[in-house]
């Protein structure tokens, strides 16, 4: 039974195709979803003390913050368009693979719906590092969009 379905989403293109898969399954089973962005700051940093200091840095993580609240806001529209319940989002900043682990052992998600590549694009290796982690480490049970 699908009670809690967390869909992670990182504002791709195949972002759309990941939510409509989840909805998919929520109608099926009449629930709710849980949206999660998580981003990475680890690159702004090495970039910005590189050659433009502190308040460089602080700058590209307010707008790397900004724009994860627009993408879990976009998403968000989408699922509701469709017809589904929304239970709660979350952007957070950290390792995606770790945010999205920790968040559905909190929320005790029964059901991961997520892209098998992403915003980092289809590299030699058939999944994303993301999802691979996710889908070997989590406790239940995952649906993998291609």
């Given at each position: 039974?699908v009670?809690?379905?967390?869909?992670?989403?990182?504002?791709?293109?195949?972002?759309?195709?990941?939510?409509?898969?989840?909805?998919?399954?929520?109608?099926?089973?009449?629930?709710?979803?849980?949206?999660?962005?998580?981003?990475?700051?680890?690159?702004l940093?090495?970039?910005?003390?590189?050659?433009?200091?502190?308040?460089?840095?602080?700058?590209?993580?307010?707008?790397?913050?900004?724009?994860?609240?627009?993408?879990?806001?976009?998403?968000?529209?989408?699922?509701?368009?469709?017809?589904?319940?929304?239970?709660?989002?979350?952007?957070?900043?950290?390792?995606?693979a770790?945010?999205?682990?920790?968040?559905?052992?909190?929320?005790?998600?029964?059901?991961?719906?997520?892209?098998?590549?992403?915003?980092?694009?289809?590299?030699?290796?058939?999944?994303?590092?993301?999802?691979?982690?996710?889908?070997?480490?989590?406790?239940?049970?995952?649906?993998?969009?291609?």
């Open positions: 039974m009670r809690k379905i967390l869909v992670p989403i990182d504002g791709s293109d195949h972002t759309r195709e990941v939510v409509g898969t989840a909805c998919d399954i929520a109608l099926k089973y009449n629930t709710s979803v849980y949206l999660i962005h998580v981003y990475s700051i680890a690159h940093t090495a970039l910005s003390s590189q050659s433009h200091g502190e308040s460089a840095l602080e700058r590209l993580i307010d707008e790397a913050e900004e724009a994860a609240v627009e993408i879990i806001r976009e998403a968000e529209r989408f699922t509701k368009d469709i017809g589904v319940e929304v239970a709660q989002t979350y952007v957070t900043q950290g390792d995606p770790d945010e999205i682990l920790k968040f559905a052992r909190k929320k005790r998600i029964d059901t991961i719906v997520i892209g098998s590549h992403g915003a980092g694009g289809v590299l030699a290796i058939p999944l994303g590092s993301v999802c691979d982690k996710v889908c070997h480490s989590c406790e239940c049970t995952c649906v993998i969009v291609k």
